[in-house]
Structures are given as structure tokens and as C-alpha cells.
């Protein structure tokens, strides 16, 4: 069975440029998050996705940050513009509805030079 | 609120040393209790689990027990191994809430 997949790996942009990551969890998880690491530190969720629905999206940044999953499978997340401050981890993680086992994706490595 | 303190890193042992990796944890209600691991280039991954206070979660040769008394859930592993180096992150999730909450992570190093 496939894993939590995300894309791309690595990306390096230029401040104020935007930027998106994709994640296509694994089947027949309804539920979808993504969550933010800092070097050093432990991740952060951004947002929580229950089927197409955002249920707790409290942390994450609206004025630049946005996510969608349009159809309640893959899920992208934009960042637009981007600042240095946003280099980072960026990890998409998904579960069953109602479990608190949740199984990630191997992130995306952002910097913004 | 809710938050995980996890023993600051790195941690550096020789192999089949005995590991221990603090942790402990404030919560409002009654949270589940994991450790998860992320190997070199991998992703995280569930190492074990307790969701109720006095259960043991065990995997690998590694356990931890869910003590509610002292607020910790500290993991070991009575002979580690070379393989045994990654990073390991404490974490709880209030039951109904879906949200991990996570330290800060310790980088574990295993020399031959």
C-alpha cells in the first residue's frame, strides 16, 4: 500500500515568489493535515482537512498561506508571496476518520532565498 | 494549554548502551501519548502509543509507559543499535481534537 505522498522534495525560491506542495494521502484516509517544520523543532499543524472540509485551519497564516482539497483526496497548499521566515518543512500527514494514528509523508524542504 | 518537553539533544551513546529519552507533557483533558521516529531522509513514523494512563507501548524493543502521576511518557531501549540513529519526537493528541502536539525532538546517535 503507498504511503502518504508529497511533491515536490525540494524547493528553492526567491522571496516574494509564490510557491505550492502537493500531497495525495493514502486511500481511504478522509482525513488530511498539513503541518509545519522548523529546523530544529518539532511540527506544527496548519491545517486539518476532514474530507473536503478545513475543521481547524486556527494556525495557519491566511494572509499568505492558503490549502485546498477540492475534491476530499489531494490536497495543495500555497504559499503566496513568500518570505524568508517560510523556509521550512512543510509535511502532509493523513488518518482515518477518527484515529489518532496518523501516517506522513516524507515533506517537502522549502527555502526562500 | 497544551504542550510536550522532551530532553534536549543530541544524545550520543555507544551500541547496546541503554537509552533514555525524557518526556512530559501539560494537558487540558486526557490525552493519547506517542513517539514517533524520523530516520535519515524518511518521513515520521509511529513508533508506539499509549492512550490511557499506566498503558505501556512498546515496539522495536523500545517502551514507554504512560505515567498520569509525574505528567511524563519517557521512552527506552535496554541495547540500542547503529540503526537506532534518528530523531525521535514525543507527542499527544486530546482525544477528539486530532492534533498532534509535538516536542521539540532529540537527535539520537548510535557509534559501533
Known amino acids: 500500500e503507498a504511503g502518504v505522498v508529497q511533491s515536490p522534495r525540494y524547493k528553492i525560491i526567491e522571496k516574494k515568489q509564490p510557491v505550492a506542495f502537493w500531497c495525495n494521502p493514502i486511500s481511504g484516509h478522509n482525513t488530511l493535515y498539513w503541518y509545519l517544520q522548523n529546523l530544529g523543532q518539532g511540527p506544527e499543524l496548519l491545517i486539518r482537512y476532514e474530507n473536503e472540509e478545513a475543521v481547524d485551519d486556527s494556525q495557519l497564516p491566511k494572509d499568505r498561506f492558503s490549502a485546498e482539497r477540492l475534491k476530499g483526496v489531494d490536497s495543495t497548499l500555497k504559499i503566496q508571496p513568500a518570505e524568508l521566515g517560510d523556509s521550512a518543512v512543510y509535511l502532509c500527514?493523513?488518518?482515518?476518520?477518527?484515529?489518532?494514528?496518523?501516517?506522513f509523508g516524507q515533506g517537502t524542504r522549502l527555502t526562500v532565498v | 494549554g497544551n504542550s510536550v518537553t522532551q530532553m534536549e539533544g543530541p544524545v550520543t551513546l555507544s551500541e547496546e548502551a541503554f537509552l533514555t529519552i525524557n518526556c512530559t507533557y501539560t494537558a487540558t483533558g486526557y490525552p493519547s501519548l506517542f513517539w514517533y521516529v524520523q530516520y535519515p531522509g524518511e518521513g515520521l513514523q509511529l513508533l508506539l502509543k499509549?492512550?490511557?494512563?499506566?498503558d505501556k507501548g512498546s515496539n522495536k524493543g523500545f517502551e514507554a509507559t504512560y505515567r498520569k502521576e509525574t505528567t511524563s511518557f519517557h521512552l527506552e531501549k535496554g541495547s540500542v543499535q547503529v540503526s537506532d540513529s534518528a530523531v525521535y519526537f514525543c507527542a499527544l493528541s486530546i482525544q477528539g481534537a486530532q492534533k498532534l502536539v509535538f516536542g521539540q525532538g532529540t537527535r539520537l546517535t548510535i557509534n559501533p
Open positions: 499509549a492512550t490511557k494512563a499506566d
Open positions: 500527514a493523513s488518518s482515518q476518520s477518527g484515529g489518532v494514528k496518523a501516517f
